[in-house]
Antibody
Framework: EVQLVQSGAEVKKPGESLKISCKGS????????IAWVRQLPGKGLEWMGI????????RYSPSFQGQVTISADKSMNSAYLQWSSLKASDTAMYYC???????????????WGQGTLVTVSS | EIVLTQSPGTLSLSPGERATLSCRAS???????LAWYQQKPGQAPRLLIY???SRATGIPDRFSGSGSGTDFTLTISRLEPEDFAVYYC?????????FGQGTKLQIK
């Protein structure tokens, strides 16, 4: 069974750093692109970027370029989303999702993680 | 960047009725690379339709997708109580991938 399990909820202060994770199981993790999606409180879905764990090829949405860092460790079957200095406006639910089909870049999101709630407040 | 505009923003219907949700793109979506997702409160989104008209595994046949180019539609033929949720369209034919703002389907 394919599963994406994300790390737990985080409460941080502005200016702090954070790295959240997404661990895949039940499939060949390194050969499927993984995407990150933001959902602000009460709002819609925003595509942040994607990574190919096999070689860490990463693409960012222009809206998130320079704001976050996406990485992966194929030996750990995990992808990561990282902030160096959080802002209150980063408060949101963050989802990872796997793209359909090995190596497929232009394809839909097949499986989703359960989400990680990040709260940034002083 | 392709902007997806969903309409209506909120749709109020009763169980058993037919729901028609629209997704319009600011430019043509390559190869009908359009998907629909359902999201219920407190849950992650779930894939319903991909390639504009192909149902995902396990999705009931009351859900259907259609359209091409810039105009796409998600139809739910007879609403069940569990269908009341928020629906998002997404294009994945060009980067950045973009989502529509969502249509909330609520019980009338």
């Amino acid at each position: 069974e394919v599963q994406l399990v994300q790390s737990g909820a985080e409460v941080k202060k502005p200016g702090e750093s954070l790295k959240i994770s997404c661990k895949g199981s039940g499939y060949s993790f390194s050969t499927y692109w993984i995407a990150w999606v933001r959902q602000l409180p009460g709002k819609g879905l925003e595509w942040m970027g994607i990574i190919y764990p096999g070689d860490s090829d990463t693409r960012y949405s222009p809206s998130f370029q320079g704001q976050v860092t996406i990485s992966a460790d194929k030996s750990m079957n995990s992808a990561y989303l990282q902030w160096s200095s959080l802002k209150a406006s980063d408060t949101a639910m963050y989802y990872c999702a796997s793209l359909y089909g090995p190596g497929n870049f232009y394809t839909h999101f097949d499986y989703w993680g359960q989400g990680t709630l990040v709260t940034v407040s002083s | 960047e392709i902007v997806l505009t969903q309409s209506p923003g909120t749709l109020s219907l009763s169980p058993g009725e037919r729901a028609t949700l629209s997704c319009r793109a600011s430019q043509s979506v390559s190869s009908s690379y359009l998907a629909w997702y359902q999201q219920k409160p407190g849950q992650a989104p779930r894939l319903l339709i991909y390639g504009a008209s192909s149902r995902a595994t396990g999705i009931p046949d009351r859900f259907s997708g259609s359209g091409s180019g810039t105009d796409f539609t998600l139809t739910i033929s007879r609403l069940e109580p569990e269908d009341f949720a928020v629906y998002y369209c997404q294009q994945y034919g060009s980067s950045p991938r973009t989502f529509g703002q969502g249509t909330k389907l609520q019980i009338k």
